[in-house]
């Protein structure tokens, strides 16, 4: 259906699947088929196990360091999956003369810490924020194009503190701000660089809240369009019984911007 919609790339914000790889691997199979040329941000369920997801959570540095061993492969296995789409993450994409994608963080798991460090440490050589910060700052100075559009798994901070902001915690009764920090580093650098920051696309804090509600899903700040992806499930059944698909339809038409939510 999505090849048909005539869309010259499809994003993806990452958790493809579940917590388990082999639901992963199959869902990147599935993305692999698509004729339409594909992105894929991996998230913080692609490639790190329920070891380092319970290690992030608890805070236990023992646990996401004995999780660790097999990110590699497992993200390269992904990779892998999606045959010709493309993993991305910490890399640059041309979108056209005019606008460039800086793919930010993978595998975010939001909020004040950097997730999966010993896994990013091998991988990107980055082993704080202000590194990860610091690697997406270089990549925003190696861009050639005047706009600038972002992908993260997470959004980036300074989007809100309350539990229905687009980034918002709504698991911890103190609610706050869960955005990434590197992320929002990154797109002040780029603006006060003299780039439009034209949007900024991502996922990971789903749409419906925990003690009910739904979180705004687009905002607009200073000329930027922040759009947040996370519906789930993306795919249900309704009332009567008709399945339903959703997805955000980005356009980039004479130097605007816009998302607006589609539902087939
Ligand atoms: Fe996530």
């Known amino acids: 259906m999505i090849d048909g919609a005539g869309y010259d790339l499809v994003l993806f914000v990452g958790d493809l699947a579940g917590l388990r790889l082999k639901g992963t691997l199959a869902v990147a199979r599935v993305i692999a088929q698509l ?9 913080n369920h692609d490639a790190p196990n329920a070891m380092q997801l319970l290690g992030e959570m608890w805070g236990s540095r023992a646990l996401i360091r004995l999780g660790e061993r097999g990110t590699g492969p497992r993200r390269d296995a992904i990779a892998d999956a999606l045959g010709p789409g493309v993993l991305a993450g910490y890399s640059v994409h041309d979108l056209g003369s005019d606008l460039q994608m800086v793919a930010a963080r993978p595998h975010s798991m939001g909020g004040p810490s950097l997730s999966f460090a010993p896994f990013l440490a091998a991988r990107y050589g980055v082993a704080s924020l202000q590194d990860s910060a610091d690697k997406l700052i270089a990549l ?14 997470n959004g980036p901070t300074g989007l809100g503190d309350r539990r229905d902001a687009l980034w918002g915690c709504d698991f911890r009764s103190e609610q706050g701000d869960f955005g990434d920090p590197d992320l929002e580093a990154a797109i002040a650098h780029a603006v006060g660089a ?11 804090m789903h749409h419906r809240l925990r003690g009910g509600g739904h979180r705004a899903w687009r905002a607009e700040q200073q000329g930027t369009l922040f759009v947040n992806a ?4 993306r795919i249900w059944t309704d009332r009567v ?12 038409t004479d130097g605007v911007l816009t998302a607006q939510e589609e539902i087939w």
């Open 194 to 204: 003299g780039r439009r920051v034209v949007g900024v696309v991502a996922g990971h």
């Open 140 to 153: 925003v100075d190696g861009c050639t194009a005047p706009n600038l559009l972002f992908l993260g798994h």
């Open 230 to 233: 996370a519906r789930v499930p």
């Open 241 to 252: 019984g008709v399945e339903r698909r959703h997805h955000v339809a980005i356009r980039w």
């Open 35 to 43: 004729r339409t040329p594909v992105l894929v941000m991996p998230g």
